[in-house]
Structure formats: structure tokens, C-alpha cells
């Protein structure tokens, strides 16, 4: 802190409102509390060290090139002060600006982190559909094994006649075995229409759920990929969000530097 010479006189501090003035021993007072202390005093003395002075103690020319030096040192006092506020307050500028920056990377962080707590449930709902693919695909692969066995019983019936006509003949020739033969045929028919519609629509489903894998392949894919940027995006912000909180902790020490060099004594 600058050190500040004051009139021992009156004990107030040099300044530019009031004119200065130096004797031979190389004491400074103001000029107004100078004159009374000679007009006052039994004798002409300093009235720090007590010397005596000569008459003509006050030179012209003498105090003049001392009140110019003073007033050349308080203004540029005034004009280091200025400069100092003037860095003071384009701190404080950056400082705002940098809390709202952390203030915009806060709100990102926050957008980032909701972003990605929606991803991961839609990856988790994608994930259950998955599940649910792999269900149906293996009722319709038990379908398609039933299907077949009734295939082979439709190609047996079809291609081993000697031995349905054996069977036939074993029943005897009455009213009772046509009857008997009658219903086994009404129930093959019908088993076999039914395992044709079952296996259409198997096929059908089969279709539609190999359409819902690829899609849901595909939505699971951009979900991955969209949750990599976001984390990404969150990582970035997270570096940015360090380095301006250290940015302004260099920034609050320079400020409580150039406050603690500008608190001068009034």
C-alpha cells in the first residue's frame, strides 16, 4: 500500500485542494497551516524539528516546483486508481459472464442427463420387445414342427392306401364301420383345415414379427448411438463446466488482489 505524507501541522493529508510548502530542512507543511505557525509561534522554527528558519523561509519558485511535483504524483495516483477500476470492472464483466456461461453449461448438463435417463428407458422398453419377439418366434417354431407331423400324416394317408384299405376291411362291412370310417374322415378333414389356417397365420405372424425384429433392430441402433452422443456431449460439458469454475476462481483472486491494492486510507 502507497504511503501518503500528511502536514504534521494539522495532521491531514496532502492533497491538490490546498497549496504546499517546504523550509530549509527539508520539512513540508501546508502553506495556510505554515503562515499561522509563524504568525503564532515566539519564534521562527520547523515545527517538526524545531530549527530556526530564515525569514524568507516560503520561496516562491521553491514551493511552486514542490506543489507541482505533489499534484504530478496525485495525479497519477488518481490516474493508477482509475486504471485499476477500470481492470476491476472488466473482471467483474468476464466474472458475469463466466457465471452465466456455467449457468448455460448447468442447464445442458441437466438437458444431457434427462436425455439420457430417456434413452435408457426407451433402450429397456426396446429390450422387453426383444423379449417379446423371441417369444413369438419360438410359439411359431413349434407351430411350424406341429405342421409338419401333420404333413406326414396327410402324406401317409395319401400315398399308403394298402394299408388304409386293410385298416378299412379289419372294421367289417357294416353299417356300424362305415359310420366309425365316416367320423375319422370328418375328424382328419377338419384337423387338416385347421393346420392349414394355423400354419397361414403362423406364416402371417412369422412375417409380421420378423418386420418388428428389423424395425426394432433398427430404433435399438439410433438409441445406441444417440446415447454415445449424449454422453459424449455430457463429458464435453462436464470439461467446459471445470474449466470455467476455474477460470473463476482465478478471476475472484485477481479481483481481491485489486480490491486489497486500491483500499487506500481516505
Not at 387338416?192 to 428389423?214: V, W
Request: proline fraction near 2%; charged fraction near 30%; charge should be negative.
Amino acid at each position: 500500500m502507497p504511503i501518503r505524507a500528511l502536514c504534521t501541522i494539522c495532521s491531514d493529508f496532502f492533497d491538490h485542494s490546498r497549496d504546499v510548502a517546504a523550509i530549509h530542512c527539508g520539512h513540508t507543511f501546508h502553506l495556510q497551516c505554515l503562515i499561522q505557525w509563524f504568525e503564532t509561534a515566539p519564534s521562527r522554527t520547523c515545527p517538526q524539528c524545531r530549527i530556526q528558519e530564515e525569514e524568507n523561509v516560503l520561496d516562491a519558485e521553491f514551493l511552486k516546483n514542490e506543489l507541482d511535483n505533489i499534484r504530478a504524483q496525485l495525479s497519477q495516483k488518481d490516474k493508477e486508481k482509475r486504471d485499476s477500476q477500470v481492470i476491476i470492472d472488466t473482471l467483474r464483466d468476464t466474472l458475469e459472464e463466466r457465471n452465466a456461461t456455467v449457468v448455460s453449461l448447468q442447464q445442458a448438463l441437466g438437458k444431457a442427463e434427462m436425455l439420457c435417463s430417456t434413452l435408457k428407458k426407451q433402450m429397456k422398453y426396446l429390450e422387453q420387445q426383444q423379449d417379446e419377439t423371441k417369444q413369438v418366434q419360438e410359439e411359431a417354431r413349434r407351430l411350424r414342427s406341429k405342421m409338419k407331423t401333420m404333413e406326414q400324416i396327410e402324406l401317409l394317408l395319401q400315398s399308403q392306401r394298402p394299408e388304409v384299405e386293410e385298416m378299412i376291411r379289419d372294421m367289417g362291412v357294416g353299417q356300424s364301420a362305415v359310420e366309425q370310417l365316416a367320423v375319422y374322415c370328418v375328424s382328419l378333414k377338419k384337423e387338416y383345415e385347421n393346420l392349414k389356417e394355423a400354419r397361414k397365420a403362423s406364416g402371417e405372424l412369422a412375417d409380421k414379427l420378423r418386420k418388428d425384429l428389423f424395425s426394432s433392430r433398427s430404433k435399438l441402433q439410433t438409441v445406441y448411438s444417440e446415447l454415445d452422443q449424449a454422453k459424449l456431449e455430457l463429458k464435453s460439458a462436464q470439461k467446459d463446466l471445470q474449466s470455467a469454475d476455474k477460470e473463476i476462481m482465478s478471476l475472484k483472486k485477481k479481483l481481491t488482489m485489486l480490491q486489497e491494492t486500491l483500499n487506500l486510507p481516505p
